[in-house]
């Protein structure tokens, strides 16, 4: 069993930037990929990145160049910086934990979810 928890979340202009953590419990942290999704109203639950327990990542089309992912294992942390943010970023973030090796791009292969973050970005 892994409890995610995220923080970091907020509100900020366009051109900003956050940096999202998310916490979990459990001594298999490292063991697991990481992923972050994101809510936004109206909308379906969609892949943002992820970073496997080797490093590996993968990024959404739609924020490449822009956020980063990145793990500490040795703080059962995971992290989704975010630069040059866009009013169209503005969701509910999620981070999820999933048992596979690499990184996997839909929810429904994620086993653990956090309660999530809210990101508003004003134009």
């Known amino acids: 069993q892994v409890q995610l928890v995220e923080s970091g979340g907020g509100l900020v202009q366009a051109g900003g930037s956050l940096r999202l953590s998310c916490a979990a419990s459990g001594r298999t942290f490292g063991s697991y990929t990481m992923g972050w999704f994101r809510q936004a109203p109206g909308k379906e639950r969609e892949f943002v990145a992820g970073?496997?327990?080797?490093?590996?990542?993968l990024y959404a089309d739609s924020v490449k160049g822009r956020f980063a992912i990145s793990r500490d294992n040795a703080k059962n942390t995971a992290y989704l910086e975010m630069e040059s943010l866009k009013p169209e970023d503005t969701a509910v973030y999620y981070c999820a934990a999933d048992r596979a090796a690499w990184v996997r791009s839909h929810s429904y292969e994620y086993d653990y979810w956090g309660q999530g973050t809210q990101v508003t970005v004003s134009s």
């Open positions: 970073i496997s327990w080797i490093g590996g990542r």
